[in-house]
C-alpha cells in the first residue's frame, strides 16, 4: 500500500472557535485549500500578526509536513494535540494523530508509528467508541507492528563525493534512468522513480536477493494491480556509500499503465530522501551525491511532497504552476485543469491530436533563476479525478535529459537546472 500522508480537509472545523480576522483568515483559507507553496512563502512573513497560537502551530505542522521535516512537523503536532484538542474536535484530533505516525514511519521508525496509534485506538472504549471506526488507525497501527523489528535505514558513506554511472535506457517508448546497485555480492539495475515513495523489487528480483518477507500488503498503487508483499534489503552498496535496512515493496513487476515494460528494482523518495541531494549529469551519464549540500538559491524552495509525490513550483510568465515530477513519467505534459484556465488560447494556438489532446508548439517556463522552453507540449482536455493528475502537469524524463546538471536536493527542498 502506498504510504501516504492524509488529506486533511478538516482545517475549516478546527477554526471554526476562532474569531480570526485578515491575516488569520486569509491563511486559514490556504490551510482549506492545501495551497502549501503559497502557504510556505507568505506564513514567515506574515507569522507576527497571527492572532490564533492554534492556528499558527497547525500551520507550521503541515508546512514542515509537506517540506520534508517530519521531526519538526511532530513536535508541531504535539504542540497541538497537548494544547488545543478542544478547538481542532475529535475528528481533527485524529487525522492529526494518524498524521504523526506517518511521520515516525517516514523516519523509519515503525514501533513508534504503531504505538502511537495503538495508544489511540485503546483510548477509545472510555468514550464507547468501537476500534473498527477508525480503519486508517487500525491499519497503521497493525502495518507497522509487523516490520517494527526492522531498524531504521541508514546510510554510511565517505568524506568526500561519491560519482557512480548513470544509464539512461530506452524503454522503446522514452528514456528511464538506472544506476548500478549491489546486493549480496551481485550487481542490479535499479531505475530512479521519483514517482513512488518506496523501494521496489518484482516478485523475481526479490527471490533471487533473497529477501525476507514480513508480510502480505494491500495493492501497490502506483507499480501494478497485485497485492504487494513487505521485506527489507539489508545492505546495498551505491559505489562508495553502504545502505542498511531498505524497507522493500515487493510486488508485480509491471509500471501501472505501460503494461509492455518490465521494471524489476526501483529506487523510490524513500532512497532521495536518506541521501538528501543528488546531483544528475544527463549528458555526462553520471550522478553525484555531494558531501557538501548545495547551498538554497535565493528564489527559496520549489520543491514539496503531498500524498508521497513530488510537485515542483515553476512560473510560466507571471503564471504560478505546479507539477509533477516524475522520472518514470517518459515525456511532460500539461493537465485538464491547465486546459481550463488557458482553453482559449490552447485551441487558438494548438493542434489537436485526438478528442482530449491538444498539443502547444512551447512552453515558456522559469524554474528558480533558470528560463527555458518545453516543446511540443500535450494538453489533456480530459478531467480526471485521480492523484495522478493534480496540479497543472507533469514533467518527466524529457525534462531531465535536456539539462548538463540537474540537482534536487530534499534536506532544502529545491530543484536547480543547469
Known sequence: MRLKF??????????????????????????????WFELEEVYFRKKAEMQSDMLKQLTEAMLHAHFNQPEAAIN???????????????????DLIALKSRLYA?????????????????????????????????????????????????????????????????????NLMYIPVTVHGKEYHFMFDTGIDFTYLSDRMAK??????????????????????????????????????????????????????QVDAILGLDFFRLVGEIQFFPKEGKV?????????????????????????????????????????????????????????????KGTKESMNVYRLPQLPLKIGKKKLKL???PVSTEKMATIHQNGDGALGMDFITQFKKVVINFDQMFVEVK
Open 208 to 261: 533471487e536477493m533473497n529477501i525476507h518477507i514480513s508480510y502480505e500488503s494491500d495493492e501497490i498503487k502506483g507499480i501494478g494491480k497485485e497485492v504487494g508483499k513487505i521485506g527489507a534489503i539489508d545492505s546495498m552498496q551505491i559505489g562508495d556509500m553502504k545502505i542498511k535496512d531498505v524497507l522493500v515493496m515487493v510486488g508485480t513487476s509491471a509500471i501501472e499503465g505501460n503494461e509492455a515494460f
Open 106 to 174: 517516514e523516519q523509519g521508525l515503525y514501533q513508534d508509528a504503531s504505538d502511537n496509534c495503538a495508544h489511540f485506538l485503546n483510548q477509545l472504549a472510555a468514550f464507547n467508541v468501537s476500534k473498527d471506526s477508525f480503519p486508517t488507525h487500525l491499519f497503521i497501527q497493525r502495518h507497522y507492528d509487523e516490520i517494527a523489528y526492522i531498524p531504521k535505514p541508514g546510510i554510511i558513506r565517505p568524506d568526500r563525493d561519491v560519482e557512480i554511472p548513470l544509464e539512461i535506457k530506452n524503454s522503446g517508448l522514452g
Open 375 to 377: 516543446k511540443h507540449v
Open 76 to 94: 508541531s503536532l504535539d504542540t497541538l494535540l497537548s494544547y488545543h484538542q478542544n478547538e481542532l474536535g475529535f475528528n481533527s484530533v485524529s
Open 288 to 348: 553525484v551525491f555531494p558531501i557538501n549540500r548545495t547551498k538554497r538559491p535565493k528564489s527559496g524552495r520549489n520543491l514539496m511532497i503531498d500524498h508521497n509525490r513530488l510537485y515542483l513550483k515553476a512560473y510560466s510568465g507571471k503564471e504560478r504552476l505546479i507539477f509533477q515530477m516524475n522520472t518514470s513519467d517518459l515525456s511532460s505534459g500539461l493537465y485538464y485543469p491547465y486546459y481550463m484556465k488557458h482553453e482559449k488560447l490552447i485551441e487558438s
Open 6 to 35: 492524509i488529506v486533511l480537509l478538516f482545517f475549516v472545523c478546527a477554526i471554526t472557535g476562532v474569531k480570526a480576522q485578515g491575516v488569520d483568515e486569509y491563511m486559514s483559507g490556504l490551510l482549506e485549500d492545501a495551497d
